[in-house]
């Protein structure tokens, strides 16, 4: 059982590089999440996707870009890293519950620790 | 929006001692609200939810009631075992599309 997969689990970058984390879900879940968790902040939410080829902003999106080519797939791309963005990153997905309802139930990748310096 | 707060950590108690980490939430309505948990190297997994007012969730003998006169949802268990060391994460739902907002997050340490 895969659930959801995210990769690297770590990644060290200079300032300036950049690089693209994927997450990928077996579960055929319609939305997908990119959150990253920094102490005593909790989790914020930087950009999610409600269906294959959508994406939208979150709490937190300067800095980062996301594709959804594939319904599985949901890509978080930084361009230019920053110091700031040293964080943990996690993936989630959810399915659509219908009928306009919110069930609230996430299922979270692993984490991705990234460290800008 | 919607935001929760929750109590600062790390609560540190010894096994079968009971605990409670305190959550109240600020909304506009009355959002369902959850507790999440992220045990060592995981990712979240939630643990209990409560969809109305005087909603009770429970799972696992972790137990958590949605109290609209105090806007509280604490999180309660009457003996917390070495394998409840985690941190504790309050949640409301913050918008549709399964948005959800989370805490600062609770640290627990339970110790023989």
């Known amino acids: 059982n895969a659930g959801v997969t995210q990769t690297p689990k770590f990644r060290v970058l200079k300032t300036g590089q950049s690089m693209t984390l994927l997450c990928a879900q077996d579960m055929n879940h319609e939305y997908m999440y990119w959150y990253r968790q920094d102490p005593g902040m909790g989790l914020r939410l930087i950009h999610y996707?409600?269906?294959?080829?959508?994406?939208a902003k979150g709490e937190v999106p300067d800095g980062y870009n996301v594709s959804r080519l594939k319904k599985q797939n949901f890509l978080l791309g930084l361009e230019s890293a920053a110091p700031s963005q040293t964080s943990v990153y996690f993936c989630?997905?959810?399915?659509?519950?219908?009928?306009?309802?919110?069930?609230?139930?996430?299922?979270f990748g692993e984490g991705s620790r990234l460290t800008v310096l | 929006g919607n935001s929760v707060t929750q109590m600062e950590g790390p609560v540190t108690l010894s096994e079968e001692a009971f605990l409670t980490i305190n959550c109240t939430y600020t909304?506009?309505?009355?959002?369902?609200l959850f507790w999440y948990v992220q045990y060592p190297g995981e990712g979240l997994q939630l643990l209990l939810k409560a969809t109305k007012a005087d909603d009770k969730g429970s799972n696992k003998g972790f137990e958590a009631t949605y109290r609209k006169e105090t806007t509280s949802f604490h999180l309660e268990k009457g003996s917390v075992q070495v394998s409840d060391s985690a941190v504790y994460f309050c949640a409301s739902i913050s918008g549709g599309y399964q948005k959800v907002t989370f805490g600062t997050g609770t640290k627990l340490q339970v110790i023989p």
């Open positions: 996707s409600v269906g294959e080829g959508t994406t």
């Open positions: 909304a506009t309505g009355y959002p369902s």
């Open positions: 989630a997905s959810s399915p659509n519950p219908g009928g306009g309802l919110n069930t609230g139930e996430l299922f």
